[in-house]
């Protein structure tokens, strides 16, 4: 009588799976970068996911893009940005550069994060003013 047994094991282990993330579960929200690699970032950057478009502002300027994955997976591509200069534009490299190393997207605690290889990773909240968990995490 081993294949009940076996049987209620996988049953119970399927129940602990959360479901596949879906757009329609963060598309249309401002998402406000709060944490970058594990660091509090000093600067405003958002994202925006429409469909297969994303969007938001940078440290100095509003940018687009695609997203060429489905979710839950990311393949952030064909940036575009307007061109105004400010103090801040190596923060902006910083931040598009790392907006497409990430692969993957996961809701967690009401935060949006983003992770790319090597345990890279974004996190994003909907009120800027939120801690970042990540940055907690590592203190």
């Known amino acids: ?21 879906s757009d329609t579960e963060f598309a249309g929200i401002d998402w406000h ?3 970058l690699e594990g660091q509090e970032v000093a600067w405003d950057s958002s994202i925006r996911f429409d469909g297969d478009k994303v969007a938001g502002k940078a440290a100095c300027n509003r940018w687009f893009g695609t997203n060429a994955a489905i979710f839950p997976e990311v393949a952030i591509q064909a940036i575009g940005a307007t061109k105004m200069a400010c103090p801040d534009m190596a923060a902006e490299s910083v931040y598009f550069e790392a907006l497409q190393a990430m692969q993957r997207a996961e809701l967690d605690q009401d935060h949006l994060f983003l992770t790319g290889p090597e345990g890279r ?4 909240a909907r009120d800027p003013a939120e801690p970042c968990l990540s940055c907690l995490a590592r203190q």
């Open 121 to 124: 990773i974004m996190e994003f």
């Open 33 to 35: 970068l709060v944490g």
């Open 1 to 21: 009588m081993r294949l009940p047994a076996l049987f209620f094991a996988a049953l119970s282990l399927t129940a602990c799976v959360s479901p596949a993330l």
